[in-house]
């Protein structure tokens, strides 16, 4: 069972910074690692990538107040989420995603979330 262990969560005022780590099995190579996030009542969406060569994406939202990077100490397979000036509409389960080469395929695994709530 590949798990992946996601931290970082809780609550924040508007305006506030949190930052999520997420960490994938070490004895599994990489290919990206990402968060998505599901707010009460809607579908699950994507916030942001950290792919090959460490190309970013990011949902249109959060650009500019989202970062997402590997970690400081390049822990092997730990991706970070810095979020700056958040907004109560961030307010989510969020959800980190890893696509590994499992068995030879490149496979996605989820984790199990940590809530975010931006609230005054």
């Known amino acids: 069972q590949v798990q992946l262990v996601e931290s970082g969560g809780g609550l924040v005022q508007p305006g506030g910074s949190l930052r999520l780590s997420c960490a994938a099995p070490v004895m599994f190579d990489v290919y990206s690692m990402g968060w998505y996030r599901q707010a009460p009542g809607k579908e699950r969406d994507f916030v942001a990538r950290l792919g090959p060569g460490d190309s970013t994406n990011y949902k249109d939202s959060v650009k500019g107040r989202f970062t997402i990077s590997r970690s400081e100490d390049n822990a092997r397979n730990t991706v970070n989420l810095q979020m700056d000036i958040l907004k109560p509409e961030d307010t989510a389960v969020y959800y980190c995603?890893?696509?590994?080469?499992?068995?030879?395929?490149?496979?996605?695994?989820w984790g199990r979330g940590t809530q975010v709530t931006v609230s005054s």
């Open positions: 995603t890893a696509v590994l080469l499992y068995n030879r395929r490149l496979t996605d695994f």
